[in-house]
């Protein structure tokens, strides 16, 4: 390129994995390895799952950066998530890269969220490292691994210089790779010099002025917002004058009041920002990801980061419950608006919509789990809120309805081939692809809607003997498959408030799956589990055993329940129909109509019937 000058001191590179494929774990041996941890110091498993959530379920969801140095370079790593769900974090952290390392289970081979996150990447046209890991496995068929990673590039598009990869294989959890499988198993040494020969230094114009991308958002009580990003031309210090360009081209003048880079995890003050590295700017407080950060004198944009439609979208609704502000702090829906406008900011997949109740917002973001997430943060900050079930975005296409479609990867066992099938088949989905390779186990491919998919998992997970494996990626719009049945089961709703008694519950079991236990606080209109039939039913979980003062010729029944399976969050949004919510507390996750009343329900009902 013409009068561009590399900056070889420094090296960008993103790590993509398919969930539970080692990457964090890689990550934490090039830390001790690349000198950002003493040999006697004490630190945390899993250092860039900072996120209590992220070590809780052993995956990524946020998008992070760390740095560690190797032969006096300084190596940037971009950790991307491995859930399609969280696809803004991974285009936005692309864009700070100049090369990947694919990280690829020597067993399971490339997994369709492998897929998701390379696709991003060969279209940014980055330089792809591919790391076989665990190859210690007694499963482990790395060369049938590397093959199978060959035909996804290939499937990809890859042109021929990004096929032309080179190859490593490791163990992460014992920090060693190499570049033959027979090689001496040492250290990370050949992985840090592949990364220092393959993945290229940034480059830039030394004849722009000083250009910034925001990729990602911090705070800090001190310092106020922060904007991260990677530096594409010109340098800046401290106190310098310069502007940030937003949506909409206009220019606002910020000053720089604190300059960082990343050292190890942790951030490190520096006076100068280099072209080509990530560093963090301090002193603008309106400022969103995709902005650009340049100088006042002479303010020029850069393209800003694209990120896909949303497909699915949640409404998000103040608690409306006779419990309301027993458990929470944060009741009201200012602070739910506020809350969700901050996402918004940190999070680029996500947009808030407001509804006709000015107490109701319209959340719409990649996936349910997203949403899950998301709700799963709010509660643990001390939000109650109510949240409907998901619902997919639709489109209009030359006058034709359009739904969303995911491409859907099973892996079960042979005898469970029938009831995924038919399942799938119910929803509309229709098989693509089938792989028996004689091990008792087959792969299937299957063309889905996505409101096909949403209350199925839990169901697959219980069909499957919890053996199954099911992923999925978003396959584009297609014409509406029609209408089909989205639960076979109706509600048992409590009646009336008061708290839930043994013996009713007892009595109410041959009805169907309860949901809550003895001793739980309820009120009218609350679902209480879950009927064997597909009506609703109101009943009386409060009704408690009439004592008399004469005696029985024979023994009392024994009140033995059925243990209850927890309510978890993904589980409650799976279940609820059109016409019920989820109430979200800090402590609490219960199920209920969306009208309370009884008498009330009944009146719509039977108007809805007439109409």
């Not at 360009?245 to 009041?257: F, M, T």
């Not at 402590?587 to 969306?594: F, G, M, P, V, Y």
Request: net charge negative.
């Amino acid at each position: 390129m013409k009068n561009r000058i590399v900056n070889d001191s420094v090296r960008n590179v993103a790590i993509i994995a398919h969930v539970d494929h080692g990457k964090t774990t890689l990550v934490d041996a090039m830390f001790r390895q690349g000198g950002v941890f003493r040999d006697n110091q004490e630190m945390n498993d899993r250092v860039m799952d900072s996120m209590d959530l992220e070590r809780e379920r052993g995956i990524t969801i946020a998008a992070k950066n760390c740095a560690a140095s190797w032969a006096g370079r300084k190596i940037n790593i971009i950790d991307t998530p491995g859930h399609a769900d969280f696809g803004g974090e991974v285009e936005r952290s692309l864009s700070m890269a100049n090369g990947a390392i694919l990280l690829v289970d020597a067993s399971e081979g490339p997994l369709p969220q492998t897929r998701f996150v390379l696709k991003k990447t060969l279209e940014a046209g980055l330089k792809v490292i591919v790391v076989v890991n665990k190859i210690d496995r007694k499963d482990g068929r790395p060369e049938e691994v590397l093959s199978e990673i060959y035909d996804l590039f290939i499937d990809l598009d890859a042109n021929d210089e990004q096929l032309e990869f080179p190859v490593l294989y490791a163990i992460g959890r014992d920090g060693v790779a190499m570049r033959g499988l027979e090689d001496e198993r040492k250290d990370l040494t050949p992985l840090f010099e592949t990364i220092i020969e393959k993945i290229p230094a940034p480059s830039y114009d030394p004849e722009q002025p000083f250009q910034m991308l925001v990729a990602d958002l911090s705070y800090s009580d001190y310092l106020g917002r922060l904007a991260v990003g990677r530096v594409f031309h010109g340098t800046a210090r401290n106190n310098d004058a310069l502007a940030c360009i937003g949506a909409e081209g206009k220019p606002k003048s910020l000053k720089v009041s604190k300059l960082q880079t990343y050292d190890g995890s942790s951030l490190r003050e520096t006076t100068e920002a280099q072209p080509g590295d990530i560093v963090v700017i301090s002193g603008i407080e309106d400022v969103v990801i995709g902005d650009t950060i340049c100088t006042r004198d002479n303010p020029r944009a850069l393209p800003r980061i694209n990120v896909d439609e949303p497909t699915v979208s949640m409404r998000f609704s103040i608690n409306t419950s006779p419990l309301v502000g027993q458990e929470g702090k944060l009741v009201q829906s200012s602070k739910i608006r506020e809350r969700l406008h901050k996402e918004t900011l940190r999070n680029v997949a996500i947009r808030v919509e407001d509804s006709d109740d000015r107490d109701c917002f319209i959340v719409k973001g990649r996936g349910e789990f997203q949403m899950a997430i998301i709700i799963e943060q709010m509660r643990r900050e001390g939000f109650e809120l109510t949240v409907g079930r998901p619902e997919v975005i639709y489109r209009e296409v030359d006058g034709k309805l359009h739904e969303p479609i995911e491409h859907v990867f099973v892996d079960c066992d042979e005898a469970f081939l029938g009831i995924v099938t038919e399942k799938l088949a119910i929803r509309k989905g229709r098989m693509t692809n089938l792989t028996n390779n004689g091990t008792g186990r087959i792969r299937m491919e299957f063309s889905v809607p996505s409101r096909g998919l949403i209350g199925y998992r839990d169901e697959f997970l219980t069909d499957t003997k919890g053996t199954g494996i099911m992923n999925s990626l978003f396959d584009g719009y297609e014409p509406y498959r029609g209408d089909f049945p989205t639960r076979f089961t109706g509600s048992l709703v409590a009646d009336r408030p008061g708290v839930a008694v043994a013996y009713a519950l007892f009595n109410l079991e041959p009805r169907g799956e309860m949901f809550i236990v003895p001793g739980v606080p309820i009120y009218e209109g609350m679902i209480i589990g879950e009927h064997n039939r597909d009506n609703d039913i109101d009943v009386n979980p409060a009704k408690g055993k009439k004592l008399t003062n004469m005696r029985a010729s024979g023994k009392d029944e024994a009140v033995t329940l059925t243990p209850v399976r927890p309510m978890t969050l993904e589980r409650a949004i799976h279940f609820v129909r059109e016409d019920e919510l989820v109430e979200v507390t800090p402590h609490s996750i219960r199920l209920r109509k969306a009208v309370l009343s009884a008498m009330e329900r009944h009146r719509l009902g039977g108007k809805k019937k007439k109409d």
